[in-house]
């Protein structure tokens, strides 16, 4: 069978659910999702072509190989991804109507001023020598809930452990909402300043959870992911804890119940990020 993605056996993968329909994986930092400018065949699809070529092959472009959706090349967790297509036509009808629920750690220059809320500011994408986004009115819709878990000891207003449940799935949509309320994830290297920049040997961003509804059985799938080992020096050198390690009596997942509910343009207003603080 001629294959549309280059296989690539050498590349590895975590694999946290599996079944005749779908996969949930474990995309490593670093590797980019699927082949674009400059990643032709390092990326994860390569590495799914190298074990389930035939049947992503059967899926086609017209369903994306089976991705369902996308992690940025820094950020690692986990992703779904269908084997047939039926289990892809019903997950993409979840993503569609929101069902899917999405959860994202992320360690942040400083606490948002509230320590729970959503952002709901549109996101445009900015295609120039490499595609981006930004806040614009003339964007298309962008919820992101937020909430704070840990606040490090570190520094005079020290970085913080933060949940995120994006709603909506604009491109950089976590990193462009904490950014543009002073919140900025360490090691972003498109939206943070030089400080936070270095802060982070990688973007501080990991997809730890992920909710659905199985495209054939109907029954719950809840996926979870432990925190990156390769982040833990970052959460030592601030002050901060494992989030995975969190005692059962303190949940820590995003709440749902009140998303979407507020009026567009609800947000905290930005605040300003001196590299001076960073220590």
């Known amino acids: 069978m001629n294959l549309s993605v280059e296989p690539n056996e050498h590349l590895t993968y975590g694999v946290a659910y599996e079944d005749d329909a779908l996969l949930v994986v474990e995309k490593p930092a670093?590797?980019?999702t699927q082949p674009g400018k400059g990643h032709l065949t390092d990326t994860l699809l390569n590495a799914l072509f190298a074990r389930h070529g035939a049947q992503l092959q059967n899926l086609g472009a017209a369903r994306d190989y089976g991705l369902l959706h996308r992690l940025d090349r820094e950020a690692?967790?986990?992703?779904?991804?269908?084997?047939?297509?039926?289990?892809?036509d019903g997950l993409r009808a979840q993503f569609e109507q929101r069902k899917v629920g999405k959860f994202y750690w992320a360690i942040t220059r400083r606490a948002p001023n509230q320590p729970e809320g959503v952002i709901n500011r549109p996101v445009a994408e900015v295609t120039a020598r490499m595609k981006t986004a930004k806040l614009s009115p003339t964007g298309k819709p962008a919820l992101t809930a937020y909430r704070v878990l840990q606040v490090g000891t570190v520094g005079v207003r020290p970085p913080a452990l933060v949940e995120c449940r994006p709603v909506t799935?604009?491109?950089?949509?976590v990193r462009i909402h904490l950014d543009s309320?002073?919140?900025p994830i360490l090691g972003d290297d498109l939206y943070g300043p030089q400080s936070v920049r270095a802060a982070s040997p990688r973007l501080a961003l990991?997809?730890?959870?992920?909710?659905?509804?199985?495209p054939t059985t109907g029954e719950t799938v809840d996926v979870k992911s432990p925190w990156p080992k390769d982040l833990n020096p970052v959460l030592k050198r601030f002050g901060l804890r494992r989030p995975?390690?969190?005692s059962p009596d303190q949940?820590?997942?995003?709440?749902?119940d009140a998303v979407g509910e507020e009026e567009p343009g609800v947000g905290e207003g930005p605040a300003p990020v001196d590299?001076?603080?960073?220590p």
């Open 275 to 278: 590299d001076a603080e960073m």
């Open 169 to 173: 799935g604009r491109l950089h949509q």
């Open 251 to 256: 949940p820590h997942e995003v709440g749902g």
């Open 76 to 88: 690692s967790g986990l992703l779904i991804v269908a084997l047939q297509a039926d289990a892809y």
């Open 206 to 214: 990991h997809a730890h959870r992920l909710i659905f509804r199985h």
């Open 244 to 246: 995975d390690l969190a």
């Open 181 to 183: 309320i002073g919140c």
């Open 30 to 32: 670093r590797r980019a």
